[in-house]
């Protein structure tokens, strides 16, 4: 019998906005090692937190029933400080309880965790979980030394220990995914209407280089992948089984390999695949696959985001992006030729931005003209190869903020203040500009836009900006007045729930 053999994988109760407003998105990392820890022998509760958008008494609560052994949370760099407070209260609950934490954060970030003066974390798990953790579990049953466990890093005698790298899971078909724990009724893709939602993953890791972005360090700029039928096989049984209408691919460029993509496209039209696919790719790999688009859409790939980045060459070569400016006009244009819903971001905030120089971003993104624009604020990893080049202009330390909403470099000729105020007028404007040339799109674009906006109007952080853009709507086409009657009647007056509450 394992002594500790309960695990609670929890995920911290933090909240941004954004990509939280279109959705409610399951923690596939979790669904993955639970897996894992299952087939090893362990008894796994999956727990959401963040999803289910519960408070400390209610985790407390969880807690005390389940009466875990261990409690293993996640963290990226926004939600590292909520990650530990829940080992703290899970201390707190039972001190004898062992506390694991992973992720990207606190992959880069061990020696500054383990080293805090109150420590709550007894191990952490350095990138890929699923052969670690079920380990260095077993390791600690054993009465072993969880030194010969590769990839984990503790305190030992007041010391951190770390072990040395553990290579990355060469087959991926072979991993199985505890779906059966995931609590389906609250993943939902609010954008259309209410349809089941799932995130998947088809490949691990990327190629690239981008200078702010983590997550070509934390695969070392490596890229696996499985089998077109084995992943496709995963969707049709997510949908037969669990009805799953709607799936998010995790993949950073789920189309590196043009032929295994291809294939999966392929298989999917000759399956008749019910799922939609939302996506992430590379502009190169759009322009690519120029010949492919029909293809895409005919597999079911509704949702196209690229990160453009900037609409400069010179901040597009300082972030090491590999791409041309002109490139990213001409990859949103195909994906919106295939009738594809198209997304980009604008990361924003750098140091030399001014007014100015958002406002001509704002034009640049109605010119290029995706389906959705972001405007964010740029978040300076403390491992991010820029982060030597942004480290003078950082104005908070407060990691909570680093979730691509509020500012935390301050430009050379700008305030907090007015970076914040500018990066909403720039949503404003964009989104002003995308609903007043609604009747240009599809009749199923149109439809999808319009949700969209209600969510902005109603469960956004842009909220706000998103009324007063609004008004009453005198200029905007009649689906938009109608939707912002309807609105207004229902709520008597502007919605302001910050976030989804499932
Ligand atoms: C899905 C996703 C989400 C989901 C999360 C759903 C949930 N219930 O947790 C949603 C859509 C809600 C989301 C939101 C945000 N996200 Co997000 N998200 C992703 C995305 C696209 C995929 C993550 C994933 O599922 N990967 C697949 C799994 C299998 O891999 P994994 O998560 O890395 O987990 C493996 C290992 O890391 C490790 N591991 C991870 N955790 C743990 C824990 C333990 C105990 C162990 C042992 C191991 C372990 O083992 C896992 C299996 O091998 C990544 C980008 C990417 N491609 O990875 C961004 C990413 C993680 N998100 C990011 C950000 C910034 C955000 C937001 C702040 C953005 C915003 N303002 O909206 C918000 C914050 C959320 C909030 N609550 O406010 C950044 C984080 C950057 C950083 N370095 O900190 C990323 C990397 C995107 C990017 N390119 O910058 N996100
Ligand atoms: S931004 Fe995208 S392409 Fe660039 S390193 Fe990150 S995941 Fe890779």
Same mark, same amino acid.
């Given at each position: 019998m394992?002594?500790?053999?309960k695990?609670?994988?929890?995920?911290?109760? /933090?909240?941004?906005g954004?990509v939280?407003?279109a959705?409610?998105?399951l923690?596939?990392?979790?669904v993955?090692?639970?897996g894992?820890?299952?087939?090893a022998?362990y008894q796994?509760?999956y727990?959401?937190?963040?999803?289910l958008?519960?408070?400390?008494?209610?985790?407390?609560?969880?807690?005390?029933?389940?009466?875990?052994?261990?409690v293993?949370?996640t963290?990226?760099?926004?939600s590292?400080?909520?990650?530990?407070?829940?080992?703290?209260?899970a201390?707190?609950v039972n001190?004898?309880?062992?506390?694991v934490?992973g992720?990207?954060h606190?992959?880069f970030?061990?020696?500054d965790?383990l080293?805090?003066?109150?420590p709550v974390?007894?191990?952490i798990?350095?990138?890929?979980?699923?052969?670690t953790?079920?380990e260095?579990?077993d390791c600690?049953?054993?009465?072993?030394?969880?030194t010969?466990?590769r990839g984990?890093?503790?305190?030992?005698?007041?010391?951190v220990v770390?072990?040395?790298?553990r290579? !990355?899971?060469q087959d991926?078909?072979?991993l199985?995914p505890a779906?059966?724990?995931?609590?389906?009724?609250?993943?939902?893709y609010?954008?259309?209407n209410?349809?089941?939602?799932a995130?998947?993953?088809?490949?691990?890791?990327c190629?690239s280089?981008c200078?702010?972005?983590?997550q070509?360090?934390?695969?070392?700029?490596?890229w696996?992948?499985r089998?077109?039928e084995?992943?496709?096989?995963?969707?049709?049984m997510?949908h037969?089984?669990y009805?799953?209408?709607?799936?998010?691919l995790a993949d950073?460029?789920p189309t !590196?390999d043009?032929r295994r993509?291809q294939?999966i496209?392929e298989l999917?039209?000759?399956?008749?695949?019910?799922?939609?696919?939302?996506?992430e790719t590379?502009?190169?790999?759009i322009?690519r696959?120029?010949d492919l688009?029909?293809i895409?859409?005919?597999a079911?790939?509704?949702?196209?985001?690229?990160g453009?980045?900037?609409?400069s @060459?010179k901040?597009?070569?300082?972030?090491?992006k590999?791409?041309k400016?002109?490139?990213?006009?001409?990859?949103?244009?195909?994906?919106n030729?295939?009738?594809?819903?198209?997304?980009t971001s604008?990361?924003?905030g750098?140091?030399?931005?001014?007014?100015?120089?958002i406002?001509?971003?704002?034009e640049?993104?109605?010119?290029?003209?995706?389906d959705?624009?972001?405007f964010?604020a740029?978040?300076?990893?403390?491992y991010?190869?820029l982060y030597?080049?942004?480290?003078?202009y950082?104005?908070?330390?407060?990691?909570?903020k680093y979730?691509l909403?509020?500012?935390?470099?301050?430009?050379r000729?700008m305030?907090l203040?007015e970076?914040?105020?500018?990066?909403g007028?720039?949503?404003?404007?964009? /989104?002003?500009h995308k609903?007043h040339?609604?009747?240009?799109l599809?009749p199923?674009k @149109?439809?999808f836009m319009? @949700?969209?906006?209600k969510?902005l109007?109603?469960?956004s /952080?842009?909220?706000?900006?998103m009324?007063a853009m609004?008004?009453?709507?005198k200029?905007?086409p009649?689906?938009?007045?109608?939707l912002?009657r309807?609105?207004e009647?229902?709520q008597?007056?502007?919605a302001?729930?910050?976030a989804?509450?499932?």
């Open positions: 394992k002594k500790n053999k695990v609670a994988l929890i995920t911290p109760p /933090y909240h941004s954004v939280e407003s959705g409610t998105w923690n596939l990392g979790f993955y090692i639970a894992a820890l299952r087939a022998g796994v509760d727990y959401d937190a963040m999803s958008w519960h408070r400390w008494p209610d985790i407390r609560r969880r807690l005390e029933d389940f009466r875990p052994d261990v293993a949370t963290a990226f760099t926004a590292v400080v909520d990650a530990v407070n829940l080992l703290r209260l201390k707190e001190p004898e309880v062992v506390t934490l992720n990207v606190a992959t970030c061990y020696q965790l080293e805090e003066k109150d974390i007894d191990y798990v350095l990138r890929e979980g699923e052969e953790l079920p260095l579990l600690l049953n054993s009465g072993g030394d969880p010969r466990v984990v890093a503790f305190r030992r005698d007041g010391r770390v072990t040395p790298e290579p !990355f899971i991926l078909d072979r199985e779906w059966d724990l995931v609590e389906w009724p609250i993943y939902k609010r954008a259309k209410d349809a089941r939602l995130i998947v993953s088809s490949s691990r890791g190629k280089q200078s702010f972005c983590s070509q360090l934390f695969w070392e700029r490596s696996r992948a089998s077109p084995n992943f496709v096989s995963e969707l049709e997510l037969s089984r009805g799953v209408e709607v799936a998010m950073e460029i !590196f043009r993509w294939k496209l999917m039209i000759e399956r008749r695949v019910k799922v939609k696919l939302l996506m590379r502009v190169n790999d322009l696959d120029a688009m029909e895409y859409r005919a079911g790939v509704e949702h196209i985001y690229v453009v980045e900037a609409g @060459q901040t597009l070569d300082l972030f090491n590999q791409t400016v002109e490139q990213s006009k001409a990859a949103i244009d195909l994906i030729g295939a009738d594809i819903v198209s997304e604008f990361v924003l750098m140091p030399d931005d001014t007014a100015e120089s406002a001509a971003t704002v640049l993104a109605k010119h290029y003209n995706p959705m624009a972001f964010l740029i978040a300076p990893w403390p991010a190869e030597p080049q942004l480290k003078e950082v104005a908070t330390t407060d990691y909570r979730n909403v509020d500012p935390v470099i301050k430009p000729n305030t203040a970076l914040t105020r500018d990066l007028r720039a949503a404003q404007s964009f /989104y002003m609903f040339n609604l009747k240009q599809s199923w @149109q439809e319009v @949700q969209v906006f969510i109007l109603t469960n /952080y842009l909220a706000d900006q009324w609004a008004g009453s709507g200029e905007m009649e689906e938009v007045r109608a912002l309807v609105l009647k229902d008597s007056g502007p302001r729930n910050f989804p509450i499932p």
